[in-house]
């Protein structure tokens, strides 16, 4: 696609929509005007863009495969990060990229497959999903319109193509996991599972009633700590119960005194 194009999701990765007229979401807006003494009930569209995720679109420019001086090969499997809707109590995808599943040809023809499962049930966190109403501000302002203080109030919208309020987590990811799960194969016959955990305590999920009429939230002390690892276990085989070996991390946040000048 050409540098510049309209056609990209609300993560910034390319979708394919090439008929977008500009990057505000499309959406139905409704407006109340008056007729005489009564007012009127309607509605307008704003916007000329679909910012929906495209997996097929998504991965264009993304690296596909590696071949190393020995003659190997690392192929890339991706899919779109998913979250777990609490609104339409589906799973919707949330935008930008995970890694599916990487498979590693030897130069003797040995196949090494390494595949990846995210959360669960295949879902992670996000700070917030793409609601409208992030992509919209609004001014309420009194005008004087006569001598003896007689006033009218008027409503103004704008509707932006970036959000009010950031979806992105401290480290710039759009959905964090809690636990990540890697199968190792080899010729097709599982070897190895790793599993690894993930901190999450300083993510939090806002409702579109929390988020408008707009409220500001700083991000909380602890939000440095989302996604760091902080166990990691590792099996012989799939079906193993007990690891042959676990690590543990743990995180703290030094706090120094301020310089005094």
Same mark, same amino acid.
């Given at each position: 696609y050409q540098a510049g194009t309209k056609g990209i999701d609300f993560c910034g990765y390319y979708n394919g929509r090439t008929d977008n007229t500009d990057l505000v979401p499309k959406q139905r807006v409704p407006y109340v005007f008056r007729n005489g003494n009564i007012n009127i009930d309607a509605f307008l569209w704003i916007g000329g863009a679909d910012r929906t995720p495209v997996l097929s679109q998504a991965v264009t420019y993304t690296l596909r495969e590696i071949t190393y001086p020995t003659g190997a090969t690392s192929s890339f499997v991706y899919e779109l990060n998913q979250?777990? =809707? #609490?609104?339409t109590?589906?799973?919707?995808?949330?935008?930008? *990229?995970?890694?599916? /599943? @990487?498979?590693?040809?030897s130069p003797d023809g040995s196949k090494t497959q390494r595949r990846f499962t995210y959360g669960t049930d295949g879902t992670?966190? @996000?700070? %917030? #999903?793409?609601? *409208?109403? *992030?992509? /919209?501000? +609004?001014?309420?302002?009194?005008?004087?319109? =006569? &001598?003896?203080?007689? %006033? +009218? +109030?008027?409503?103004?919208?704008?509707? !932006? %193509? /970036? &959000?009010?309020? !950031?979806?992105? !987590?401290?480290?710039?990811n759009t959905t964090l996991y809690d636990k990540v799960t890697e199968y190792i194969s080899v010729d097709d016959y599982i070897q190895a599972r790793n599993e690894y955990s993930f901190d999450l305590q300083g993510i939090n999920y806002f409702p579109p009633h929390a988020l408008w009429p707009m409220k500001f939230y700083e991000d909380p002390l602890t939000e440095w700590m989302c996604g760091k690892l902080v166990t990691e276990k590792n099996y012989k085989t /799939?079906?193993?119960?007990? #690891?042959?070996?676990?690590?543990?991390?743990s995180y703290a946040m030094t706090q120094t005194d301020p310089v005094k000048s």
């Open positions: 979250y777990n =809707s #609490p609104e109590n589906r799973i919707e995808d949330a935008g930008g *990229l995970r890694i599916k /599943q @990487i498979t590693t040809i992670g966190q @996000i700070k %917030s #999903p793409p609601y *409208l109403c *992030l992509y /919209q501000t +609004e001014q309420v302002k009194n005008y004087v319109v =006569s &001598p003896a203080g007689g %006033s +009218e +109030e008027v409503r103004y919208r704008v509707f !932006s %193509s /970036q &959000p009010n309020y !950031s979806p992105y !987590s401290f480290y710039g /799939q079906a193993d119960g007990q #690891p042959v070996r676990e690590k543990y991390t």
